[in-house]
């Protein structure tokens, strides 16, 4: 029976170990992925929700400086552009 010699079987070995270790890998971050997409999908919906929360507490048009917390209202003109109008004054 033929055989390979030693430093062939051993190039041959540890390309075959490279290839499963990177097949493997990909496997990872594929699902890495997936599950960063899904917990994006969740941090959105609460987002939104709590976006939709504090629009019913300071009103429809509040914009919120994500700084330093003061909300400003969007004001429709009738040029068709907005402007800010600081809460309070």
């Known amino acids: 029976m033929s055989k390979v010699t030693l430093e062939e079987l051993e190039t041959l070995r540890s390309l ?3 290839y499963q270790q990177t097949r493997s890998r990909i496997a990872d971050v594929a ?10 999908s969740i941090i959105t919906e609460n987002r939104n929700s709590y976006s939709i929360e504090l629009g019913q507490k300071y009103g429809s048009t509040a914009m919120i400086n994500l700084e330093n917390g003061d ?11 907005d402007s800010e109008l600081p809460t309070g004054q």
């Open 16 to 18: 075959n170990t490279s």
């Open 31 to 40: 699902i890495a992925h997936h599950t960063l997409h899904e917990n994006l």
């Open 71 to 81: 909300i400003t209202h969007k004001i429709p003109e009738s040029n068709g552009k």
